[in-house]
DNA sequence: AATGAATGAGGTTTCATTCAT
DNA sequence: AATGAATGAAACCTCATTCAT
């Protein structure tokens, strides 16, 4: 049994049951192990937890984005938000987008990496409308507005419960109507 | 001591220390009386939650949404938006926020008020541009597009921490960018 | 159940099977009652600890001490050795002096009393020391020299094991060493 | 790492936090040593607080007692006192002595050599007394009392805390009250 | 309407110990 | 000679809950 092991399940029982729910016992028992074997690992319950912010911080930060900007304003658009989905989604990483979720307003840690994932999402947003707008592929308009715009709605549409055809019509939608 | 004494402190802790700290001894420590006391309001924690579910829903349900439309564009997305604010901001309604926003992956009945208040905003922000549209002082566009940017920016913002002057910037600049 | 009986019983653990056994399961169990239960009563074992000390030192304080002058020196010491000796076997006293004994070196609050103690038992027999050379019973010694000489004597007896005949033979030898 | 260093430090925690917090991991930790590695050098805990009580009890045991006797009377009684005070205050013994004093009520081992070092003490302060006795510098007096008298009460100092003047002054006056 | 007293279950943590390496 | 990894037992403590008063 590795840390890396123990912070992945710690995460998965976040995720499913809850931050309430992640105790040594229900850890030790869904890893096979008895509660004192996560304690050689981990000084504290509290160790644990700031090991689990660490952890999915630095999995974050290994995130590069990288956009074809050959491609035509629907779809640049489209690989964006595919690239934020990818992040809400992927089995990595949403135990870990939870736990921020359910803590940012109570730990000062989770709200730290909500906000810098936030201003990440806003800064790609941001590039790809400036992007778009200098090569004339959107009408000159406010960038940083329409990255605000292009940010926020994807964020709450990555939040919720959406189809990926209704996703995709958004995204049509918001292309034509900025498109030159 | 009220039912609704017992309530609002619960929400006190669940904002201010969070979910899991919401316990019959914290809960009965702060309102000076003993925990057994408790017992005699509630049946269960489990039921004591419950009834702070519902709380929190009817004191939603009671917020009102009135607009005059005879005002311009800005103006009228300002008032929106500063009824939403209101919503969020309220010491009344923040702590049913706070729950919301811990439990909403984790419990149904949180999902489902999130969803509602969701749901509520973004019909309100459609309705706006309907309006606005119909009026003729925005262009003749989606207005369920336009809708979901306003509610989604908007929603974006309210959980986050934007100052009066950045807000009022943002709202002013959708104004303009949509005006006729 | 009652503190005092808690107390009492904590006590009784550490007289008999040392300050490192008294444990609250332990105690629990010697008072027929669930660990749990204790906790009602104290916040801590600390807190147990801490009232125990208390409850040592206000019993201390409780031991009057009286002797009638009138008697003869031998008759006088052996009173005031009989006073001592009731302090150090009174069942009541007796876990208290074990506590004190076994952390007199490593707690604050244990020295303390043991310190008083001594102070008070050495202070009893300057008293004694004093009367006896004024009544003209004891030669004109230096009496702060034989109070402690009969402290200190008393003392060690007090924490061995010595038979009464012992005790008295030395408290007549005492006597008459020092005698008119 | 030797088993002379591990009972050395084994009894630095007796004496400094107490015989209860010695403990396995507390002596690796203060030896900059795994625990898992102490169990090459001692099978168990009890095994190591055995071999405690044999250092200690063999340590006391090469304590030499040599007195000059041709010196006169307060000159014997302090190089006497003096040679207990070395046993009591020596860091090598220091360790030892304290796990004797707290454990002596509960743990034999610790009452036996409890017992003899008081033994030990009482025949030297008997033997000092017969000489200076016997060589007329003493009254001719109960040397068994006087024995028990200054044996005690250096007992008694020796585990206070007195200043080397006032132990200097009890001696002085102990001399001269039985001087021929 | 409130509380004193108790409890079973389960929480986090520490203990001494083992064993393969 | 030492250690990494694990563990059963037991430590302290908190939890929600009950019930007679």
């Given at each position: 049994m590795t840390?890396?092991e123990?912070l992945?399940e710690?995460?998965?029982?976040i995720?499913?049951?809850g931050?309430?729910?992640?105790?040594?016992?229900?850890?030790?028992?869904?890893?096979?192990?008895?509660?004192?074997?996560?304690?050689?690992?981990?000084e504290s319950k509290?160790?644990?937890?700031?090991?689990?912010?660490?952890?999915f911080?630095?999995?974050l930060?290994h995130?590069g984005?990288r956009?074809d900007?050959s491609?035509?304003?629907?779809e640049?658009l489209f690989?964006t938000?595919?690239?934020?989905?990818?992040?809400?989604?992927?089995?990595?990483?949403?135990?870990g987008?939870?736990?921020?979720e359910?803590?940012k307003?109570i730990?000062?840690?989770?709200?730290?990496i909500?906000?810098?994932?936030?201003?990440?999402?806003?800064a790609?947003?941001?590039?790809v409308m400036?992007?778009?707008?200098?090569r004339?592929?959107?009408?000159?308009?406010?960038?940083f507005?329409?990255?605000e715009?292009f940010a926020s709605?994807s964020?709450v549409r990555l939040q919720?419960?959406y189809?990926?055809?209704?996703?995709e019509?958004?995204?049509?939608s918001?292309a034509?109507?900025?498109?030159?």
């Amino acid at each position: 049994m590795t840390k890396d092991e123990i912070l992945e399940e710690a995460g998965a029982i976040i995720r499913d049951e809850g931050y309430d729910m992640l105790t040594i016992s229900a850890l030790a028992q869904r890893l096979n192990v008895k509660k004192a074997s996560l304690y050689y690992h981990f000084e504290s319950k509290e160790n644990l937890i700031d090991a689990l912010y660490v952890h999915f911080s630095q999995k974050l930060a290994h995130m590069g984005f990288r956009v074809d900007f050959s491609k035509d304003a629907e779809e640049i658009l489209f690989r964006t938000y595919e690239h934020w989905r990818g992040i809400f989604l992927s089995p990595e990483l949403s135990s870990g987008l939870s736990l921020i979720e359910q803590r940012k307003e109570i730990d000062e840690r989770a709200y730290d990496i909500y906000n810098s994932l936030r201003l990440m999402i806003r800064a790609q947003s941001d590039a790809v409308m400036e992007n778009l707008i200098s090569r004339n592929r959107f009408r000159n308009l406010d960038s940083f507005l329409l990255g605000e715009l292009f940010a926020s709605s994807s964020l709450v549409r990555l939040q919720g419960e959406y189809t990926k055809e209704d996703d995709e019509k958004f995204i049509s939608s918001f292309a034509s109507l900025f498109s030159t």
